[in-house]
């Protein structure tokens, strides 16, 4: 019987230093585990293992995932071994029929390069095998002392033996010799020398890097080299001792066949002699040997003392180049240390020119930086001589230059781990706390990575595109935040909105994270949103759209604490909302559970320009790589944008809008003549009002928002690239704002090319998102365009969520959409499948639809839909004007919470009222989301229809002031066809093979 654990990376990390690629070429990636079912389990101990592994290897750029296979018996070890390899072989010494001793003398018959590992469970045990190991085919024993690292230690110490020599060669990769000959010692003493290398170095790496990229660039981490004899330490020391760190010594081990007491401080003696400047330190149990170490220039650690793994850490930072670099003058003395990069340049401003010139020709500054494996920054500056430089001025500029550059560019496409002690402006993307980003800042995350690694940042000329300056709160905070003030069994009631916010503005954050955000603050003094980005926003079945959060701050307050508390109550704000009614509604409508949900939060610069005390893009947009609704002989696939000046939840919550398709931004279907530009182009457009430093953030998320003009734009600027003119003389709109005649927002020297090369871009990111994501997408961005030759514009990449996946689309034959049996028929569907569960329908009557009431009629239908909700009711809404649209002219305004009961939905026209598909709204993303049908039925244009007769001739079970509700005695059959975009509705008892 053999059992697999396969242990999964999450995809592949990019190494982004020159060097790391070269390393390691020999990895554990194939462990054959020979052990009973009892100690393996004993191994596992309760998924400790298979946890640790997974910690350990996921994101380190393997080809390959690492496999460990379990065999119970020797018979199946070599069975296996026999069939596939193996890079190494670790066996318990209890294996029935066959010891471990035999095993191993097996495997060396066949494959002698094979590293087998034996663990013992007690000394007897150890002491029986190491006595019938005649054949020394073990290559090295272990004893198990309860700690699972011990496995990790074996593993890390078969591949430091296979890799020193590569990596010491071609690399520069340094070593720390351990002398050690007990297994017991050895055994307790491996795990913990590797837990203090990985973690002293970590700690060296944490400048603006994430956890991935310093578990890659432990790569290039020193080796650990294990000797048990005088004899094998001495020829180690010989092959590596240019790379040599230091060395770890025992007292007392083998020398010449002899346990020798003198052993360890005449090793220590030789090293000395060759070169007086290696760190050496003894260690022992006896005190005695402490002025022998002394003697010889080595350190002394007592191995039974309380504070053994202080001491250690203390000899390793103060000795092993894990430290500060240190300035000196020539005489030696200190000028000032830096402890990592960012003090390095501060220092380096500023320390005196003969200091410099004395640390470069010695390659102290490449030296340093390869200890802290900056590998890509010391093959940099190593080849650069002092001589090719006219003075030291201009090496302390060039030195100065390398390494901001390198801290900026090893930052990109990458989330940064927050830390108070290096951040700065060159971190674009960071986390604050554990946790999960959430949904919306996983997506941020990878795109973030994806323009980078592409190559899309400076793809086009004069341009950047780019995910703007960016912090994600992780789920941490929201969980520590609910569980510390006893939140969550009061948000989970039944609450009224405006308590839930009082609660969760009187709860206090953790302590921590005021910290963090104050430091963030310190230096970031640009406008900010603050978004939600849940566990399960923007998934691709319930993308969550619209339904949290989203607060702009200006952050221009003097005082510092004023802005941290403006900030704080924006993010408690962001997950009260997490609990507000239409949030449970919106959940509960999914298969997710509102218990279950968690927040994390995104901090981001607000895309944008001061234009007098307002803060504004010149615009924004809303991209879909599939069309749903093409027309003018354009494809599906094409995509479509949506496109307003200025801030974009103009678009997202269905106002007036320009759409085009990226593939031919010059069709614009919704503007057919002067008078559609009149009827349909924006008027209007919003801004933050940055002009009250002193307002803080309330319930209502356009607390500081304006509503601004054309008008306003013209006096800003704004409008010179977005502009048209429309002539009243002769009925022509022009091209740019520069003559007489009624402003337009047209977008027209954008669609041309002649400004900004929208089309292009946004070609480029859906046919990018789409094949990462292997999935239709959404994007959003803002652009502010340059007015300067040598600033480029920025087009910022706000978001990206994949489309809500749709069922097989049914056949609809053209007889069936236009029976007599169709009480609903049109060319313009949303979705795809059946639904032939509804009997019940909700609509608008003709003569009860009041554009100046749409309000009302909204809250009506809220009031019905609640009760239908209750009972479990699915049902149709049928009525005029767009659904869900914050213009109550343009249709019905209603919450996502007042129709979550609708399963299809019809928008309708009226004589004298004519509708454009909603598209970009956060409301018609949740529809499509849901897989609720979508019919746009226009009947003055011929290509749809609705029975309203039949509708006003059912019976009524409910008629209000503006809605009827009927029920009908049978389902009606419900078909939409999404790749020709047909959907009929049909009475009951029609459905039966109309598929």
């Not at 005649?741 to 089309?759: C, E, M, Q, R, Y």
Request: proline fraction near 5%; aromatic fraction near 10%; glycine fraction near 8%.
């Amino acid at each position: 019987m053999s059992e697999k654990i396969r242990n999964s990376t999450t995809g592949q990390a990019r190494i982004r230093f020159a060097g790391f690629d070269q390393l390691m070429p020999h990895r554990v990636q194939e462990i054959l585990l020979v052990a009973s079912m009892y100690d393996a389990f004993t191994l596992e101990e309760g998924g400790r293992l298979t946890e640790l592994l997974l910690g350990e290897y996921r994101e380190l750029n393997l080809s390959f995932p690492p496999f460990i296979t379990r065999a119970s018996t020797g018979e199946e070890a070599l069975r296996l071994i026999s069939t596939r390899p193996f890079d190494m072989v670790i066996t318990m010494s209890r294996l029935g029929a066959m010891d471990a001793s035999t095993l191993a003398s097996r495997i060396k018959e066949e494959h002698k390069d094979l590293p087998v590992f034996s663990l013992s469970f007690n000394p007897r045990e150890l002491q029986h095998l190491k006595e019938r190991d005649r054949d020394s085919a073990i290559d090295r024993f272990f004893l198990w002392n309860g700690d699972v690292r011990l496995l990790l230690a074996i593993i890390k110490y078969c591949e430091d033996s296979l890799n020193v020599a590569h990596d010491s060669r071609y690399g520069d990769v340094r070593c720390i010799l351990l002398i050690e000959d007990s297994v017991r010692f050895y055994s307790s003493y491996l795990p913990m020398l590797y837990t203090e290398v990985l973690e002293q170095t970590q700690s060296l790496m944490d400048e603006g890097l994430n956890i991935s990229h310093r578990l890659l660039r432990l790569r290039a981490r020193p080796k650990i080299l294990l000797a048990s004899t005088f004899e094998e330490a001495w020829s180690l020391y010989g092959l590596y001792k240019d790379q040599l760190l230091g060395v770890i010594s025992d007292g007392r081990f083998p020398w010449k066949g002899n346990l020798r007491p003198d052993a360890g401080a005449e090793f220590i003696r030789r090293v000395k002699y060759v070169d007086p400047h290696t760190p050496a330190v003894l260690q022992s149990t006896n005190l005695e040997m402490a002025e022998t170490a002394a003697a010889v220039g080595a350190g002394f650690i007592h191995k039974n003392s309380r504070k053994l793994l202080r001491e250690l850490r203390t000899f390793m930072l103060d000795n092993f180049g894990f430290g500060d670099f240190v300035f000196r003058d020539q005489e030696g003395k200190e000028l000032g240390r830096a402890r990592d990069l960012r003090t390095l340049v501060d220092l380096l401003r500023t320390v005196p020119a003969d200091s410099i010139f004395f640390h470069a020709s010695h390659d102290h500054f490449s030296n340093w930086l390869r200890a802290r494996t900056e590998f890509a920054l010391a093959d940099m500056l190593r080849p650069r001589k002092v001589t090719e430089f006219p003075d030291v001025e201009e090496l302390r500029t060039y030195l100065i230059k390398s390494i901001n550059t390198f801290r900026a560019e090893s930052r990109q496409g990458i989330v940064a781990d927050f830390s108070r002690r290096t951040f700065d402006l060159s971190s674009p993307f960071v986390r604050i706390g554990g946790g999960s980003l959430g949904g919306k800042g996983r997506g941020l995350a990878f795109m973030n990575s994806i323009l980078h690694r592409y190559g899309v940042t400076h793809r086009f000329p004069d341009t950047v595109i780019q995910v703007p300056a960016t912090a994600v709160i992780g789920t941490d905070v929201f969980d520590k935040f609910m569980a510390q003030s006893d939140l969550r069994e009061f948000a989970l009631q039944d609450h009224k909105d405006e308590e839930i916010v009082a609660r969760f503005l009187a709860a206090k954050l953790p302590p921590d994270i005021y910290v963090d955000l104050e430091t963030f603050l310190e230096q970031i003094r640009y406008p900010l949103a603050v978004r939600s980005s849940s566990l399960l926003e923007d998934s691709q079945f319930q993308p969550f759209a619209g339904v949290y959060s989203t607060f702009m701050l200006a952050n221009s307050h003097t005082d510092l604490k004023i802005r941290l508390d403006q900030l704080c109550d924006a993010i408690k704000l962001v997950f009260a909302s997490a609990y507000s009614n239409a949030a449970k509604s919106y959940v509960e409508a999914t298969s997710n559970r509102i218990e279950e949900e968690k927040m994390a939060i995104i901090i981001q610069q607000m895309v944008g320009r001061r234009y007098e005390h307002y803060d504004y893009p010149h615009f924004s947009g809303v991209a879909h790589s599939s069309n749903f609704y093409p027309v003018g002989g354009l494809d599906p696939s094409d995509g479509v944008v949506a496109v307003a000046m200025g801030m974009g939840r103009t678009i997202v919550e269905g106002g007036k809008v320009l759409r085009f398709s990226p593939a031919n931004p010059h069709v614009l279907p919704q503007f057919g003549n002067t008078s559609d530009w009149f009827k349909n182009s924006q008027r209007e457009f919003l801004a933050v009002d940055v002009s009250d430093p002193d307002a803080y953030p309330v319930a209502n998320e356009d607390f500081n928002l304006a509503t601004l003009g054309l008008e306003d734009a013209l006096r800003h600027g704004t409008l010179e690239h977005l502009g048209s003119i429309y002539s009243p003389d002769n009925d022509i709109i022009y091209p740019g704002i520069h003559r007489k005649g009624t402003p337009l927002v047209s977008f027209a020297h954008i669609l041309n090319g002649d400004a900004f090369p929208l089309a292009e871009i946004i070609k480029l990111l859906l046919e990018l998102g789409r094949r990462t994501m292997s999935a239709e997408v959404e994007i959003e961005f803002a652009v502010v365009l340059s007015d300067q030759p040598n600033h480029p514009h920025q087009f910022g990449f706000l978001q990206i969520r994949p489309l809500a996946a749709g069922y097989d689309a049914p056949d609809i034959p053209e007889d069936l959409l236009w029976s007599d049996e169709a009480v609903v028929a049109t060319n313009v569907a949303l979705g795809n499948g059946r639904h032939d569960e509804i009997r019940d329908i909700v609509y608008v009557p003709r003569d009860r639809f009041d554009r100046a009431r749409t309000e009302e009629i909204a809250a009506e239908i809220g009031a019905l839909n609640r009760e239908l909700v209750g009972k479990a009711t699915r049902y149709m809404l049928m009525g005029p004007g767009r659904w869900g649209s914050s213009d109550r002219w343009l249709g019905i305004p209603v919450r996502w919470d007042q129709i979550s009961g609708a399963h299809v939905i019809v928008e309708t026209d009226l004589d004298d009222f004519k509708i454009t598909p909603s598209q970009g709204s956060h409301f018609f993303q949740n529809l499509t989301s849901f897989q609720v049908g979508y019919l746009t039925v226009n009947t003055t244009e011929g290509s749809s229809r609705l029975d309203w007769d039949w509708l006003d001739a059912q019976p009524g079970k409910y008629c209000g002031e503006f809605i009827r509700h009927i029920h009908l005695p049978a389902e009606v059959g419900v078909l939409i066809d999404g790749r020709s975009r047909r959907g009929v509705v049909l009475k009951p008892g029609t459905l039966e093979g109309a598929d």
